[in-house]
């Protein structure tokens, strides 16, 4: 497919203003030159064509907000200029397995202040002797060259640093797990001060001791008594009513006797 159709497809109904990433990798160049992209994609930030038969970036529009540029498995030389030129705040270019042999082919990469780093894969150029610490010295605002900084660091995946040091990091992080015990520590407290409220609101419930269930069942017990007394009162002085009763009931007889 060539290169303006892909450009379309990409699109999909969009305005060329809308997009934010553009990729034609593996699509045709005609006669090696960037088609179908315009400075009308004014907010465009990266553009890859990788694989794409190039042999010139001379055609490349005017981006003022591209970052990022793939442009590696070409067959591009020279003529970097345009990049200088066109694409200023550009902070990361790769231009591996391409057809670059001297360094002086690179100088122009100086005027994109903006560029932290820069891939040379596959690319003649990486053979010559000192090649790492020419480029550093021919492109002092580089931090990373094929993906290692000047002391041989490594970068994270996407080439770039985030600006945040490991000693940051590491603060960021006690911090945090700081935060996070004094909050466990707070819910703990509140839980205790729940338990707390919850036992004070309980009614005590005091038990009778001995000596009081003693004196109750004693009481209880005099209190059967006396009620028994009462009841048998009334019985006993029938009895002896009935007995002075009986002994007049003699006296009587014996007067007849005699």
């Known amino acids: ?24 990798d593996n699509c045709r160049a005609t006669e090696g030159k960037i088609e179908g992209i315009t400075d009308e994609f004014s907010n465009l930030e990266r553009l890859s064509l990788i694989n794409a ?4 970036v001379a055609d490349v529009p005017k981006l003022d907000k591209l970052k990022k540029l793939e442009l590696s498995d070409n067959r591009i030389s020279s003529g970097l200029e345009v990049l200088a030129e066109r694409l200023v705040n550009l902070t990361h270019l790769n231009l591996s397995g391409n057809k670059f042999k001297d360094i002086s082919t690179l100088e122009p ?9 820069l891939d040379l894969f596959n690319c003649e150029v990486t053979n010559l002797a000192d090649y790492r610490e020419s480029i550093f010295k021919l492109l ?8 290692y900084d000047v002391d041989d660091c490594e970068s994270d995946s996407d080439g770039e640093g985030d600006g945040v040091d490991d000693d940051e990091e ?9 935060d996070f015990e004094e909050e466990e520590e707070e819910d703990e407290e509140d839980v205790v001060a729940e338990e707390d409220d919850d036992d004070s609101g309980d009614e005590e419930v005091s038990l009778p001791q001995d000596g009081e269930v003693n004196g109750d069942l004693d009481s209880e017990d005099e209190d059967e008594e006396e009620e028994d007394d009462e009841d048998s009162s009334p019985a006993k002085g029938e009895k002896r009513k009935r007995d002075a009763e009986d002994e007049d009931d003699d006296d009587d007889d014996s007067g007849q006797t005699l």
């Open 170 to 178: 590491e603060g960021e992080a006690l911090a945090a797990s700081e």
């Open 140 to 147: 002092p605002q580089l931090t990373y060259l094929d993906g």
């Open 109 to 117: 990469l100086k005027k994109l202040p903006q560029l932290k780093s």
């Open 1 to 24: 497919m060539d290169m303006k159709t892909r450009v379309c497809l990409e699109l999909r109904h969009r305005a060329p203003s809308e997009v934010q990433e553009l990729v034609l």
């Open 53 to 56: 038969g190039l042999t010139s």
